[in-house]
Structure formats: structure tokens, C-alpha cells
């Protein structure tokens, strides 16, 4: 008999079972890990640029080239921050996209306007093209944060799917790495003063168009979504697609009952819209009515509180200010020279990236809150040492190197302590805390906020550096505390709670509605437990999922 969990009432969940999960599924499933490392780059783009700019900003010679630019601090919050707006409509428009047109070719559409960003930033003479390109990839960086974590969990069995959208969250990591030691490199290109060429700045932002490169090339060879294709009534196709997935003879009748399951959860879809809408109301009706509903119905209105007030604390912490600005901040501290600050903020990406293993390898053994309260008490007390250490010693790092080393330990602290709490559980929670029906528009509100937020941080951080100095890590501090006070009284631990039963956790019965509903689509496709045993024999002589439905 078929190992079945019973879990959520969508399609997939109650899964059939193809391996152990976790790392251990992706070592026996080397297909599907090559894929989702290839797609994941999408991640590594991400995450390249978020560092990139930091060191840019500092190299001598762009310093010089725009001279405008350095020495105004909010033109140059400006120019970092617009990519998340481009990345706030990115995200929007690709939805639509990615369902017309499929997954696959919306990666390849990304990184078109990926590349076409890049080289007029890369380019750039004017502070405008800066703005201009920088915009336009940011489009392609919201594209990509959409569309490839989703379309990792479309080709995933069940039991490797958290594993698969970690690896989207550590590919993130590795691109901030590998940016900073990039700049570290190539800021030695004719030297870090007078004599510095500009390819020691356009270098790192070209380089960022190789990988894209790769990727654009590489979605002619990537498979569909089996879901996409089911989506669009091509079930042979998503049959094949699933048989070079898993690795298993198309004999095996796991593959029948996965993409009944798949069949099922289209059909959910189809007849929950027409039970509330009926089947004449458009689909901008419909669209607008769920988006309502998010913030006028009480149970989903406090799960759209949560989700959304964990994205914009996330980045009112401070982490993307870092990031972004990490050389400024060690600067401020008493480093100097570019070797120092640029080496100084290349630890920044591999701590950043040694501490995401431990929580995407046991955070559901150690829940959500209690990960959420012990990271916010890390960065608290770093915060708070880093300003502490600020307002003493001021402009006097420089008589006091251990002081600014000290402050340089706890940045570093702070990374870590972000990095294995609230940087995964912040896009965890949003996708389990919904009913099924709301939980994708959900999910994009919540990204949305984090990119509204992102863009005031980045916007932000530099006239605050400038106007208070040592003020603006006590700012983060406060965001920091909030962090953990608002989840010790306000967030319930979802870890191990099934979907349908989160309305206990919030109320409302939607969850129960769905289970239900789901439910009749399965006995009507012949997904029970006698269906098990049905498809079985069917699929061992041979037949196809037309002969279950049959049967």
C-alpha cells in the first residue's frame, strides 16, 4: 500500500510518498536537486545584487564619476532603493504571466529584462541610467522571487519541498557572498585611489549578466510544471514530465494517484470560484473580491496582520540597511581603507550563509515563535552593544581599533542570529498560516510588503547615517525588541499544524469548507482509499490515468 499522509485538503499535500524528506530526499533525487540548484539562481541574482551595491558605492572611482551621487544622500538612497520598486511590480505583473505562458518561459522572459537592466546600469554615464537600469532589473528581480520558489514546489515530490525552497533561500545567501568578495577583488583593478579604473566598479554589475545568461539559456531545457500543464488540459504531457521527475517506470501507479491529486486540486480551485462567485462573474471580479477579503473577513484580516507585520519588522531590523550600506557602517566604526571595509563585509556574506543551515535543517523540530524570540533577542542585544560602542567612542574608533572591532564582532552577531530565525520563518509562516483558496494572494500581499519595506530602509539609511549617526542603530534596536515582544504575545506557533485545522489558531471555517469540498472531488476522480488499491492494480498492467477514472 502507498504511503499517504493526510494533510492539507490540497492536491499534493496528501502526498504520495516517493523517498525520505528533507537532505536526505534530495541526495536520492539528483534530477530534481540539479533542476532546483539550476532554477535557484534566480535567488543567487537576487542576492548578488542586494551586495553588489554596497561596495560599489564606496569604490573610489565611481565615487568619482558621480560626484552628485556620493555626495547626496538621499539621491543615493534613491538609486539603491528603486530596484525594490521595480521588484514590487515585477512581482505583480508575473503572476498572470507565469500562468499564461507558463512557469518555464517566465524565467526566460526575467531574465531578458534582467539583462537588459544590467548592462544599462553596467553602462551607466549618467546618474539616470543608473536609476533607469537599476529599475528595470528590479522588475526582473521581483519576476524571479515569484515565479521560482513556485515553480520549485510545483516540480517537487512532497516529502523534498521544504528542502527544495530552502536551497531557493540559501542560493540568496551565496549571491550576497559572492558579491562582496567580488567587489573585494576588483576594486584593485588600477589601484583603490586616483588612479582606479572604471572597470573596477562596471566590472562586478557586468558580471551579474553571465549567470542570467545561464539561466535564460538553460529554461529551453527545463521542464514544465506538471501543474501548469494540467492547468492548460495537457495531462499526457504532465504524465511524462512526472515519469523523468521521479524516476519511476510510467507503470508505477504513484504517478496515477500524484496527478489525480493534481487534477483534484484544479478542480477545487475551479469549483470554489463557482460557489462563491458564481459562473458568470469575471475574473477581475473574483480577483478583487478575494483581495477583499483578505482584510474585511476577521480570521483571514488577523492572518494578513501577521503575514505583513512580519515582512516589514523583518526589514525594519535593520538587515537590509546593512547589506546594502555594510561598508559605511564599518567605516563609521573606525575601519578604514577599501581592503578593510570590503573584507570586513565579505565575513558579513558567509556568516549570513553558514547560519541559514541550521534553521533550514531543524526548524521544525524548533517551532516558529520560539526561533522568532530567541533571533530577536540575538539582535537585540548586538544592536545594542553596536550603538552603545557608537555613541562612547563617536569620532574616536580610530584611537580605540578594539572598540570598532568589537562593533565589527557584533554586526557580524546580529547577521547570524537574523539569518536562522526571522530570515526563513518571515516566508514560512505566510504560506501555511491561509486556507488554501486565499493563501497565493496572500502570499504575494505579504512579498509586497516586504518590498514596500525594503524600498523605505534603503531610502532611508543614508540620510539617517549622515543626520544621526549612532541614532540609526538604536532605530533597528527598537524594531529588533518589537520583534520579539509582538511574537511572544500576538504570533501562535503553526508548527505541525495541519492547514485546515489553522482556523482553530484563528477562527472562521474555511479551512473545514475546504476539507470538505476537496473531499467530494477526490471520491468523484476516485482518490480514496479503494482508489489506492484500484489505481495500483490499473497501473501495474499498464493503464493510464483514463482507465482509474474509469474504473
Known amino acids: 500500500m502507498v504511503g499517504v499522509s493526510s494533510g492539507t485538503p490540497i492536491a499534493g499535500e496528501q502526498a504520495v510518498v516517493y523517498g525520505p524528506a528533507g537532505y536526505k530526499g534530495l541526495i536520492k533525487e539528483p534530477r530534481i536537486f540539479a533542476l532546483a540548484c539550476f532554477a535557484s539562481i534566480g535567488g543567487l541574482l537576487f542576492g548578488y545584487d542586494q551586495g553588489v551595491i554596497s561596495g560599489v558605492l564606496i569604490m573610489h572611482n565611481f565615487v568619482k564619476h558621480f560626484p552628485s551621487l556620493t555626495n547626496d544622500a538621499t539621491l543615493q538612497g534613491w538609486v539603491v532603493s528603486i530596484m525594490t520598486l521595480g521588484a514590487m511590480f515585477g512581482a505583480f505583473v508575473n503572476g498572470p504571466i507565469s500562468d499564461r505562458f507558463s512557469r518555464r518561459w517566465s524565467i526566460l522572459y526575467a531574465n531578458i529584462v534582467f539583462i537588459i537592466g544590467s548592462v544599462i546600469q553596467c553602462s551607466a554615464e549618467r546618474v539616470v541610467m543608473l536609476f533607469i537600469g537599476r529599475f528595470v532589473f528590479g522588475i526582473a528581480i521581483g519576476m524571479l522571487a515569484m515565479v521560482v520558489p513556485l515553480y520549485l514546489s510545483e516540480l517537487a515530490p512532497p516529502n523534498i519541498r521544504g528542502a527544495l525552497v530552502a536551497l531557493q533561500q540559501l542560493s540568496i545567501t551565496v549571491g550576497i557572498m559572492c558579491s562582496f568578495w567580488i567587489n573585494y577583488g576588483t576594486q584593485y583593478i588600477g589601484g583603490t585611489g586616483d588612479g582606479q579604473s572604471q572597470a573596477a566598479w562596471r566590472t562586478p554589475l557586468a558580471l551579474q549578466c553571465f549567470p542570467s545568461m545561464v539561466l535564460a539559456v538553460g529554461t529551453f531545457f527545463l521542464p514544465y510544471s506538471p501543474r501548469w500543464l494540467v492547468s492548460q488540459g495537457r495531462e499526457d504531457e504532465a504524465l511524462q514530465t512526472l515519469v523523468r521527475l521521479r524516476r519511476v517506470p510510467v507503470t508505477d501507479y504513484r504517478l496515477a494517484l500524484e496527478l489525480l491529486e493534481i487534477r483534484a486540486a484544479r478542480m477545487f480551485d475551479q469549483q470554489t470560484k463557482v460557489d462563491k462567485y458564481g459562473e458568470s462573474a469575471s475574473k477581475f471580479y473574483v480577483a478583487l473580491e478575494e483581495y477583499k477579503e483578505l482584510f474585511t473577513v476577521s480570521h483571514l484580516r488577523k492572518r494578513t496582520m501577521i503575514a505583513c507585520l512580519l515582512q516589514v519588522i523583518q526589514q525594519f531590523t535593520g538587515i537590509n540597511a546593512v547589506i546594502y550600506y555594510a561598508p559605511q557602517f564599518f567605516e563609521a566604526i573606525g575601519l578604514s581603507g577599501n581592503s578593510?571595509?570590503?573584507?570586513?563585509?565579505?565575513?558579513?556574506?558567509?556568516?549570513?550563509?553558514?547560519?541559514?543551515?541550521?534553521?533550514?535543517?531543524?526548524?521544525?523540530?524548533?517551532?516558529?515563535?520560539?526561533?522568532?524570540?530567541?533571533?530577536?533577542?540575538?539582535?537585540?542585544?548586538?544592536?545594542?552593544?553596536?550603538?552603545?560602542?557608537?555613541?562612547?567612542?563617536?569620532?574616536?574608533?580610530?584611537?580605540?581599533?578594539?572598540?570598532?572591532?568589537?562593533?565589527?564582532?557584533?554586526?557580524?552577531?546580529?547577521?547570524?542570529?537574523?539569518?536562522?530565525?526571522?530570515?526563513?520563518?518571515?516566508?514560512?509562516?505566510?504560506?501555511?498560516?491561509?486556507?488554501?483558496?486565499?493563501?497565493?494572494?496572500?502570499?504575494?500581499?505579504?512579498?509586497?510588503?516586504?518590498?514596500?519595506?525594503?524600498?523605505?530602509?534603503?531610502?532611508?539609511?543614508?540620510?539617517?547615517?549622515?543626520?544621526?549617526?549612532?541614532?540609526?542603530?538604536?532605530?533597528?534596536?527598537?524594531?529588533?525588541?518589537?520583534?520579539?515582544?509582538?511574537t511572544y504575545f500576538c504570533v501562535p506557533e503553526t508548527k505541525g499544524v495541519p492547514i485546515e485545522e489553522m482556523d482553530k489558531l484563528f477562527g472562521g471555517n474555511s479551512g473545514a469548507a475546504d476539507l470538505q469540498r476537496i473531499a467530494e472531488i477526490r471520491v468523484r476522480l476516485g482518490v480514496t482509499e479503494d482508489g489506492y488499491a484500484q489505481a495500483a492494480l490499473i497501473m501495474s498492467k499498464g493503464g493510464g490515468t483514463e482507465h482509474i477514472e474509469k474504473a
Open 340 to 486: 578593510v571595509n570590503l573584507l570586513a563585509t565579505g565575513v558579513v556574506g558567509i556568516v549570513f550563509f553558514f547560519s541559514t543551515i541550521p534553521a533550514v535543517m531543524y526548524l521544525d523540530r524548533w517551532g516558529r515563535r520560539k526561533t522568532l524570540i530567541i533571533g530577536a533577542i540575538g539582535m537585540s542585544i548586538a544592536q545594542l552593544i553596536v550603538a552603545t560602542l557608537y555613541a562612547v567612542y563617536g569620532d574616536h574608533f580610530a584611537q580605540h581599533r578594539a572598540a570598532g572591532w568589537a562593533a565589527c564582532v557584533f554586526v557580524w552577531i546580529y547577521i547570524a542570529s537574523f539569518a536562522f530565525s526571522v530570515a526563513c520563518v518571515n516566508w514560512i509562516m505566510p504560506s501555511e498560516m491561509f486556507p488554501p483558496a486565499s493563501r497565493g494572494k496572500a502570499v504575494g500581499v505579504a512579498i509586497a510588503s516586504n518590498y514596500l519595506s525594503n524600498f523605505v530602509v534603503a531610502l532611508i539609511t543614508p540620510k539617517m547615517l549622515k543626520s544621526i549617526t549612532f541614532g540609526t542603530f538604536y532605530f533597528f534596536l527598537v524594531f529588533c525588541i518589537i520583534l520579539g515582544v509582538w
